[in-house]
């Protein structure tokens, strides 16, 4: 993710940037709905799967956002579908 970035600057291409921030929020949400549900698994505890949600929710909602309002700030690339 970090290369992707880097060639994205050299390169100034908003889209790759944003690629990359893509990415890095699709990671984050493995790791959290991954580590929820392993959690679920061995405690048996509901709200553990729900905590996994909403933590997805607050990963979606802060991290994907940020590319799109840089590159609607710039006006420079088309929207990308980062969901």
């Known amino acids: 993710m970090s290369a992707k ?3 994205g600057r050299k390169l100034e291409s908003d889209a790759i940037i944003a690629d990359a921030h893509c ?3 699709c990671l984050y949400l493995s790791v959290i709905l ?3 549900s392993v959690l ?3 405690l048996k505890i509901g709200y553990i799967d729900s905590a996994g949600a909403k933590g ?5 909602s802060g ?3 940020k590319p ?3 590159r609607k700030a ?3 690339v088309k929207k990308i579908n980062c969901n």
């Open 68 to 70: 799109w309002k840089r």
């Open 56 to 60: 997805s929710r607050i990963t979606r």
């Open 23 to 25: 990415t890095r929020t």
């Open 74 to 76: 710039r006006n420079a």
């Open 34 to 36: 991954l580590l929820a």
């Open 5 to 7: 970035i880097r060639v």
């Open 40 to 42: 679920y698994q061995i």
């Open 63 to 65: 991290k994907a956002r």
